[in-house]
């Protein structure tokens, strides 16, 4: 079982590139003198981006899903998958993701707005049925216990709680807070 959701994972990490409209590779140097690696694949076709991060430990996957308004995040080192519903006044559409992607890699056009940000906290209850948020995301969270986030709206980014960040690029910042990341 284990080594079925690992070739599956590393199938769609591989092809995803050559299936994508497009795609683009940041190398970014870390607070801490880390490297980080993302990656940002757009499939116009499916509607769907992936987001791959590379940060060692605190590595993650990310599927957005258009069709479905679903979204999900799942952290390599917690081995759980957060699923939550998109905010499209805040989620860039794919044409503005794949714009604003190339832009801020060719460090071209207009100065760079701050990232926008959501902050969501994640329930306590496993979502049963991982298919009712679309294929994408079944396929992400497949094998793993997912949890449903619900964005905090209109609230501080101080908490109590412990967060996990999910940032994409300088984009936008995403985080999950609650007593089940930790």
């Not at 791959?52 to 993650?60: E, I, L, V």
């Not at 559409?93 to 707005?113: C, H, S």
């Not at 969270?141 to 964005?151: D, F, H, L, S």
Request: positive net charge; aromatic residues 10%; proline residues 5%.
């Amino acid at each position: 079982m284990k080594l079925t959701i690992l070739i599956a994972s590393l199938l769609g990490v591989f092809l995803t590139p050559t299936l994508a409209n497009d795609s683009v590779t940041l190398t970014n140097d870390g607070n801490d003198g880390s490297t980080v690696h993302q990656t940002v694949n757009i499939n116009n076709e499916n509607n769907v981006a992936n987001i791959d991060t590379n940060n060692g430990w605190n590595s993650w996957n990310s599927v957005w899903d258009f069709n479905s308004g679903f979204a999900a995040v799942r952290p390599f080192a917690k081995k759980t998958c957060f699923v939550h519903k998109m905010n499209r006044k805040v989620v860039p559409n794919l044409q503005e993701l794949a714009r604003l992607t190339k832009q801020n890699k060719d460090k071209k056009g207009p100065a760079v707005p701050p990232p926008r940000s959501l902050q969501y906290t994640v329930t306590e209850t496993r979502a049963n049925n991982v298919a009712q948020f679309g294929k994408p995301v079944e396929a992400l969270c497949r094998g793993v216990p997912t949890y449903y986030a619900q964005e905090m709206q209109g609230a501080g980014f101080f908490s109590l709680e412990s967060c996990l960040d999910a940032d994409l690029l300088w984009i936008l910042r995403i985080s999950f807070c609650g007593g089940i990341i930790f």
